[in-house]
């Protein structure tokens, strides 16, 4: 107990970015509560019941160029409350037991005259089985008339329609179409139009609710603003993790956590691709991960692959020079290079093999981009170990937990790199500099996190304050410091001094140090600004 009250006493700035962070989600989630702009966090009105016994197909356009052939749908008539405003519709969805989907759902509301008043669309990637989905409007829509609060829904005397329709991704998806439940009310008439322009009449109250505004009861500000706090006591406890390791220095803090981290995301990482490999049909996904199509190989994919290797090894964001600074003179650099190329290059494997066996073992499109990991691998690690219960849970929590590991040791090596730069220049103490890296990384933090919907228009130049850090990080200051370095050291560092580095002051053979500063001069340079003008999209 004395030493928690010690640590309390010690880290009392902490505890204050801990409180100014989660004040200022809270008042943020509170000016922009009533914004109506994101669906789940609006209250919803559910006008059916929950007795849903079967499901009804929504229908498909022809193919996937045609987004909207004006007909093609099911129509479901619904009521609205007189001065109602309507933000979106939330269904139960059924993929028929598949765990991914392709296409986009549409939906329109359509009043008395057939005239969409409000539409909205979802990427059917993100539907789960048997699970209520959110469909966001583009604007919202007020019924007319008078709001009147204690009106009930008049679901024998419907006064719109919605309509509802799909749009596959490609071929097969026609054929896996998406299902609504529904129950066997016979009060209740839709109508389905095909593709093929057959009508069909069916019976039943969908699995429907609206989300409405009626966001001033203090339960649902509550729930809202516990929500919002628990996401900001989340992200401002990981970066005090990251804050009390590396205060602890190189060697007791950033060392010792490596030596468990770096073993324990290596044996994870093993544990799943040997999961993901044992899959049927998993070879399918080594043989698209390792065997080499040169026919889409240009100078697009060699740009790219440029890019990937240049941000997998930190280059440009000062990590390695601040590792390198360090070293003793003992140190041999060219063996430490080589070893960390190496190392790198065999877990983007491993991932690889993680990934793609696992994803192709259930048909999922590997290019998924970020989706495939935080919404399709769940489903497909569900559907993949489905007679298995207890291994698909335990290898989703592996998998994520391996991510969490990759995320705190990236964070700790950015740390690492302001700390070490306020602390040897500002000549201050390694926790005072550890503290200011910290509060302005905390600072950023929300600032990113409210961009993110909860405060409208925080941004700039079009895009959001996220996007903003993102863009001039990755796209302008990594390349552009790497390109300065290469200059740096190739052209105005003594060549005595280079090579001395390179030997380690002749301790080592140099027989490649022509080869070296060749490449830094004039072949390194001219990479990086080639990548750098393929991310601003010139070449």
Same mark, same amino acid.
């Given at each position: 107990?004395?030493?928690?009250?010690?640590?309390?006493?010690?880290?009392?700035?902490?505890?204050?970015?801990?409180?100014?962070?989660?004040?200022?989600?809270?008042?943020?989630?509170?000016?922009?509560?009533? @914004?109506?702009?994101?669906?789940? !966090?609006?209250?919803?009105?559910?006008?059916? %019941?929950?007795?849903?016994?079967?499901?009804?197909?929504?229908?498909?356009?022809?193919?996937?160029?045609?987004?909207?052939?004006?007909?093609?749908?099911?129509?479901?008539?619904?009521?609205?409350?007189?001065?109602?405003?309507?933000?979106?519709?939330?269904?139960?969805?059924?993929?028929?037991?598949?765990?991914?989907?392709? =296409?986009?759902?549409?939906?329109?509301?359509?009043?008395?005259? =057939?005239?969409?008043?409000?539409?909205?669309?979802?990427?059917?990637?993100?539907?789960?089985?048997?699970?209520?989905?959110?469909?966001?409007?583009?604007?919202?829509?007020? *019924?007319?008339?008078?709001?009147?609060?204690?009106?009930?829904?008049?679901?024998?005397?419907?006064?719109?329609?919605?309509?509802?329709?799909?749009?596959? $991704?490609?071929?097969?998806?026609?054929?896996?179409?998406?299902?609504?439940?529904?129950?066997?009310?016979?009060?209740?008439? +839709?109508?389905?139009? !095909?593709?093929?322009?057959?009508?069909?009449?069916?019976?039943?109250?969908?699995?429907?609710?609206?989300?409405? %505004?009626?966001?001033?009861?203090?339960?649902?500000?509550?729930?809202? @603003?516990?929500?919002?706090?628990?996401?900001?006591?989340?992200?401002?406890?990981?970066?005090?993790?990251?804050?009390?390791?590396?205060?602890?220095?190189?060697?007791?803090?950033?060392?010792?956590?490596?030596?468990? /981290? +770096?073993?324990?995301?290596?044996?994870?990482?093993?544990? #799943?691709?040997?999961?993901?490999?044992? /899959?049927?049909?998993?070879?399918?996904?080594?043989?698209?991960?390792?065997?080499?199509?040169?026919?889409?190989?240009?100078?697009?994919?060699?740009?790219? *692959?440029?890019?990937?290797?240049?941000?997998?090894?930190? +280059? =440009?964001?000062?990590?390695?020079?601040?590792?390198?600074?360090?070293?003793?003179?003992?140190? %041999? /650099?060219?063996?430490?290079?080589?070893?960390?190329?190496?190392?790198?290059?065999?877990?983007?494997?491993?991932?690889?093999?993680?990934?793609?066996?696992?994803?192709?073992?259930? $048909?999922?499109?590997?290019?998924?981009?970020?989706?495939?990991?935080?919404?399709?691998?769940?489903?497909?690690?569900?559907?993949?170990?489905?007679?298995?219960?207890?291994?698909?849970?335990?290898?989703?929590?592996?998998?994520?937990?391996?991510?969490?590991? *990759?995320?705190?040791?990236?964070?700790?090596?950015?740390?690492?790199?302001?700390?070490?730069?306020?602390?040897?220049?500002?000549?201050?103490?390694?926790?005072?500099?550890?503290?200011?890296?910290?509060?302005?990384?905390?600072?950023?933090?929300?600032?990113?996190?409210?961009?993110?919907? *909860?405060?409208? =228009?925080?941004?700039?130049?079009?895009?959001?304050? @996220?996007? %903003?850090?993102?863009?001039?990080?990755?796209?302008?200051? +990594?390349?552009?410091?790497?390109?300065?370095?290469?200059?740096?050291?190739?052209?105005?560092?003594?060549?005595?001094?280079?090579?001395?580095?390179?030997?380690?002051?002749?301790?080592?053979?140099?027989?490649?140090?022509?080869?070296?500063?060749?490449?830094?001069?004039?072949?390194?340079?001219?990479?990086?600004?080639?990548?750098?003008?393929?991310?601003?999209? #010139?070449?």
């Amino acid at each position: 107990m004395q030493k928690i009250k010690d640590f309390c006493k010690r880290h009392r700035l902490l505890w204050l970015t801990l409180l100014v962070a989660l004040a200022a989600a809270a008042v943020a989630a509170w000016a922009g509560f009533d @914004l109506g702009q994101r669906v789940d !966090n609006q209250p919803v009105y559910e006008i059916v %019941n929950d007795d849903y016994t079967r499901t009804v197909v929504i229908p498909a356009t022809a193919d996937a160029a045609t987004q909207d052939d004006g007909t093609t749908g099911l129509y479901l008539p619904v009521p609205l409350k007189s001065g109602q405003r309507i933000y979106g519709v939330r269904l139960d969805l059924t993929t028929h037991n598949w765990a991914f989907r392709h =296409g986009t759902l549409y939906a329109a509301l359509l009043d008395a005259d =057939g005239n969409a008043v409000a539409n909205g669309e979802l990427d059917c990637i993100t539907i789960k089985d048997d699970t209520f989905a959110a469909i966001t409007f583009d604007a919202p829509y007020t *019924a007319p008339g008078t709001a009147d609060a204690e009106a009930d829904y008049d679901l024998a005397n419907p006064n719109m329609t919605l309509r509802l329709w799909y749009t596959p $991704g490609d071929d097969w998806d026609v054929y896996h179409l998406l299902g609504l439940w529904t129950d066997a009310d016979t009060s209740q008439q +839709m109508t389905r139009r !095909n593709a093929n322009g057959t009508t069909d009449s069916i019976v039943g109250h969908p699995a429907l609710q609206y989300v409405v %505004n009626d966001s001033g009861s203090w339960s649902h500000v509550i729930s809202r @603003l516990l929500g919002v706090l628990t996401f900001a006591a989340v992200v401002a406890g990981f970066i005090l993790l990251t804050h009390m390791v590396v205060v602890r220095g190189v060697r007791n803090g950033i060392e010792k956590a490596s030596k468990i /981290l +770096m073993p324990l995301l290596f044996i994870l990482l093993v544990i #799943i691709v040997i999961a993901s490999c044992s /899959l049927p049909g998993a070879m399918k996904g080594v043989e698209f991960l390792l065997k080499p199509d040169f026919s889409k190989v240009d100078e697009n994919v060699l740009l790219e *692959a440029l890019g990937q290797a240049f941000f997998s090894l930190s +280059m =440009g964001t000062a990590c390695l020079c601040t590792y390198a600074s360090y070293f003793n003179r003992q140190t %041999n /650099l060219l063996k430490s290079a080589t070893q960390i190329v190496t190392i790198d290059t065999l877990i983007a494997v491993l991932a690889g093999l993680m990934i793609f066996p696992a994803a192709f073992s259930v $048909g999922v499109q590997p290019d998924s981009g970020p989706s495939l990991i935080f919404i399709t691998l769940p489903n497909v690690f569900q559907q993949a170990f489905g007679n298995m219960p207890v291994v698909s849970y335990i290898i989703s929590v592996l998998f994520y937990g391996l991510l969490v590991l *990759a995320a705190l040791t990236s964070t700790i090596s950015m740390h690492e790199i302001g700390t070490a730069f306020i602390y040897e220049e500002g000549k201050v103490s390694r926790a005072k500099g550890a503290w200011v890296e910290t509060i302005v990384c905390g600072i950023i933090a929300v600032f990113c996190s409210l961009s993110q919907g *909860a405060v409208e =228009g925080l941004g700039f130049f079009g895009k959001d304050f @996220l996007s %903003n850090c993102d863009n001039l990080t990755a796209q302008l200051l +990594m390349p552009l410091s790497s390109f300065i370095t290469c200059l740096f050291l190739g052209w105005y560092v003594p060549k005595k001094i280079v090579r001395d580095e390179f030997t380690n002051w002749n301790t080592v053979s140099g027989k490649l140090f022509p080869v070296f500063l060749f490449t830094i001069r004039f072949i390194c340079p001219i990479c990086i600004f080639l990548i750098f003008l393929h991310q601003f999209g #010139i070449i």
